[in-house]
């Protein structure tokens, strides 16, 4: 994939996509189609779906249509009018360039497809003259609609694509063209998506596969498809990365940031984090990652700078494990002297570095220290201690504002960048996954106190300590909350059903993790399991 200026909204070019489903003796599978090579296609010798662009005929054809007229159609994919011409469409392809004829009364004679199939391909025939000679209608009605995809700004060819799911019909048989399909090969999902595979696969036609491999059969497929409602479109933005340059999905972890930081998808974002990379996330703010990669630091512990160009100096949060490498890469990243080092709390990820950048730049100390001894950094010692609401000012137009919020530590501090309404989380907050609450220092009540105490904040970011930046603050500490009320729910009703001990009701409560969390899991129970006992609840050993 090669950089390219940002595509006009008004080159958009209107195709649909449907795909066929069928039961095989493993399970349900799908019809995917390997494109031919070409130098100057994107999706060269990748395993899509039958689909295409619309074509004008494709209007033209609405009275050939069972099943489904034009103002229903339009209704379902929320369009003013025309929604028909994309079911049309994606009949159409189907049959170039698969073989397969969504129609009634398709069951008969076939010997006259081949040689019709390529007359339509050429463009010497239309659909609707395609019905009139075989005297079929096109089965619009069997078409679900499934989702919306539009290709990222910043490619030379962009696409506005409707996908639908079909079952395949009885007695035909699919083929590819030879002219834009090399080969076909009928699938499970789950072993399309497999690592090992040797399928190249597009990021629509991948994330299609995911949300259809839960589905035993195609009939509950296509159902589920027919139930959807309010169907968003997607809309990638290109990123670059390990894999060169991709597209990124709303529901990937990177997408905010990546939008955030370069909206016309020129490929300057990053949708991987790389240990030791600067990253400017603003004017004021960049990031270093520690290479400290692992089960409970994700890709690794965040450190950040936060600065006042006006004033030349610079603060750091959070430098992260005791790593001369990682504060190297800190002293390069900044643009100016560092002045000030602060932990939001003092976990062996988050603040031993303190003492080697403090030797390198004489920076001063800021934060809480230690409350326990387990597990923490007991040589931070900060030459100022900050209490919740103290202002740290760097410079005239940046001022953070510490925010305590105990729970996963009893020392844990945020800080609120008040100019950009970002918050600096440390482990508060992180993306991807929940916290470990590990008493006596962790605290469940305390944690879940400190996340409805942010729901008061003006937040328009959250910076966590592992991870990207997080858009819509409000929702992700709403979500947080609702999932330890959840799982609190399922510890109450473990005990009401006679789960005795922690290790049965670890089993049970936690029977949605890898037991290769369970570890850690079992401390945060035990967390729940304090506060229900001290909101008279439960009792601990119970």
Known sequence: MSRATATPASSLRRAATVVLVRDGDRGMEVLLLRRVARSDDRSSEAFVFPGGTLDAGDAQCHACCAGMDDVAASARLSLDHGGLDYYVAAIRECFEEAGVLLATDAEVDASAWPELRARLRRGDIGMAQLCRTLGVRLAAERLAY???????????????????????????????????????????????????????????????????????TAAECVAHARSLRDIRRILPVIADGPRGLQPVPPDEPAYAEVLRIDPHGTGAARYAIDAGRCV?????????????????TGPGTNTYLVGDASADAWAVIDPGPADEGHVEAIVAAAPGPIRWILATHTHRDHSPGAALLKARTGAMLLGMAALHEEGQDTAFVPDQALRHGDPVVLGPQTTLRVVHTPGHAANHLCYLLQEEKTLFTGDHVMQGSTVVINPPDGDMGDYMESLRRLLDEDLEWLAPGHGFLIADPRSAVTRLIDHRLAREAKVLRAIEEGCEGIDQLLARVYDDVHPALHAAARRSLLAHLLKLQAEGRARVGE
Not at 171 to 192: C, F, K, L, V
Not at 281 to 296: C, D, E, H, I, Q
């Open 146 to 216: 499934h989702s919306h995809w539009l290709t990222p700004a910043g490619l030379p060819k962009r696409f506005d694509t409707r996908f639908f799911v079909a079952e395949m019909p009885a007695g035909q048989t699919a083929s590819s063209d030879s002219e834009e399909t090399a080969e076909h090969r009928w699938i499970r999902p789950s072993d399309a998506l497999d690592p090992t595979s040797d399928l190249r696969l597009p990021t629509p036609t991948r994330r299609t596969l995911a949300a259809m491999a839960g589905f035993a």
């Open 280 to 296: 400017v996330l603003s004017p004021r703010v960049r990031r270093v990652t520690a290479p400290n990669p692992g089960l409970m």
